[in-house]
């Protein structure tokens, strides 16, 4: 059974950087033609993609939000990270890490976490 864990801070100040990680278990962030997405969803809006990386360790940004953004990997302990910089209160979200396929589709999805920003 795939199993994705979110990690990191749940209250992040103004102008700051957002770290995240996400653990993955029962797959391999390596295996060809996976796709190891962030995804979030603010208060009364829905789902926005914030971008990938893939098994071969290349990233793809979502262009609203690539100037903030960047995403690596840690394959010892597979897991997968993302950062996002200058954050504002509007970056105040449930952010979610998923296992995308080919296909688009997101098969795996992690629980989620909360993230708040305010000073």
């Known amino acids: 059974q795939v199993q994705l864990q979110e990690s990191g801070p749940g209250l992040v100040k103004p102008s700051q950087t957002l770290s995240l990680t996400c653990t993955v278990s029962g797959a391999s962030i390596t295996t060809n033609h996976y796709y190891w997405n962030w995804v979030r969803q603010s208060p009364g809006k829905g789902l926005e993609w914030i971008g990938y990386?893939?098994?071969?360790?290349?990233?793809y940004h979502s262009p609203a939000l690539k100037s903030r953004t960047s995403m690596s990997r840690d394959t010892s302990s597979n897991s997968f990270s993302l950062q996002l910089t200058s954050v504002t209160p509007e970056d105040t979200a449930l952010y979610y890490c998923?296992?995308?396929?080919?296909?688009?589709?997101?098969?795996?999805w992690g629980q989620g976490t909360q993230v708040t920003v305010s000073s």
């Open positions: 990386i893939d098994w071969l360790g290349a990233t």
């Open positions: 998923a296992r995308g396929q080919r296909s688009g589709d997101n098969d795996y």
